[in-house]
């Protein structure tokens, strides 16, 4: 829901450390797979039960996953496979950190971690279709940012993504009533992403 006006604070930051990565020979594949390494260590950290530490690879996946989008662009080089990479990535590693809690402790998450994980299910297979109906449309949107696929918006987004995982992060005890409470949204996002496709598709 505030990705679009997020995108306006950290674009420019983010162009000029592109520039620089992209000029010392990074490229935007290699920053999405560090980006990728650094969230499993993340999730694996919350499984053991070391959350405090699991903020720090956790930091270094989400500045990562803007940077090599940065990188692409600096260098001329945005390809449908690297966004189809960044997209892979960007999942698993939004199932990886639920199934953290879980792994932590079975018994009290499983039920609300199984909830949060259908619902990123039903979430990305709506986002995912509604950019394959929109490719084969010929529409385009830069809301979101440049992108090498449609990214239609919704109640819940990247940037909302990742705050709640910053909030159960810091104060796992809450990781239950917000599973359940952030997957109900996911839902919503994810059912008003297909009455939207609906109309807009129509025929």
Known sequence: MFDAALRRLIDPPLGRAGRRLAAAGWTANAMTGAGLAAGLISAALIALGLEALALIPFAARCLADGLDGAIARAA?????????????ADFLFYGAVPLGFVLADPSGRGAAGAFLLASF??????????AVLAERRGLQTSAQGEKTLYYS?????????????????LFPPIFAPMAWAFGLACFLTGTLRLVAAARRFRG
């Open 76 to 88: 001329d080089r945005k390809t449908a496979l690297g966004g189809y990479l960044d997209i892979s």
């Open 121 to 130: 299910y039903f979430n990305g297979a709506t986002f995912l279709g509604y």
């Open 153 to 169: 918006n919704g109640l819940l987004e990247g940037g909302e993504t990742l705050a709640f995982f910053t909030l159960i992060i």
